[in-house]
């Protein structure tokens, strides 16, 4: 279990084109497991027990971050199981990721650190994808995604705390 989750926001175009394409899987009956984030991209999972101690940390480094844009141009899935978005322009999102695993090292997951981080945006999670990707496909197009927000969320889905990007 993890005590924090951060995730970068969109701006609420990005968002409504995101949610489009979610709501037409839904409509469509398709189940997903996944949780009822807003669309997002996570950064990481986090443990720090003293709440003040982790944001005040995360305030000196997100003091550091700009809004910025990626390309979504093409639909892509994890073993078969999970249906995402993936973004084309990836080496912000890495530097970035860069920076939070140096920033807030202590607070890290122990079983995230070996793991390759491969940015996202989750369109659905279930056993079959096969009509969820047929689906998705007439639905999407190509789009520049606008990155405005990062949410640190709680386990239980409670947002802790919202920070607007500067521009």
Same mark, same amino acid.
């Given at each position: 279990m993890y005590d924090y989750v951060l995730q970068y926001g969109f701006d609420k175009n990005t968002q409504k084109t995101i949610q489009e394409i979610k709501e037409c899987l839904k409509e /469509? !009956?398709?189940?997903? @497991?996944? @949780? /009822?984030?807003l669309p997002h991209i996570t950064i990481d999972l986090y443990n720090c027990k003293n709440q003040n101690e982790f944001i005040e940390q995360l305030d000196k480094t997100v003091g550091q971050i700009k809004s910025f844009e990626i390309e979504c141009k093409n639909l892509n /899935? *994890? /073993?078969e199981e999970t249906l995402y978005i993936e973004p084309y322009n990836k080496k912000i999102l890495l530097r970035l990721k860069e920076l939070f695993a140096k920033e807030l090292a202590k607070y890290r997951l122990e079983s995230r650190k070996k793991r390759e981080y491969r940015p996202h945006i989750t369109l659905c999670t279930n056993n079959d994808l096969t009509r969820a990707k047929e689906i998705a496909k007439q !639905? *999407?197009?190509p789009f520049v995604a606008k990155m405005k927000y990062l949410w640190v969320y709680n386990c239980d889905m409670e947002l802790i705390k919202e920070y607007k990007l500067k521009l």
């Open positions: /469509n !009956k398709i189940e997903d @497991r996944e @949780r /009822n984030w /899935n *994890f /073993n !639905k *999407f197009e």
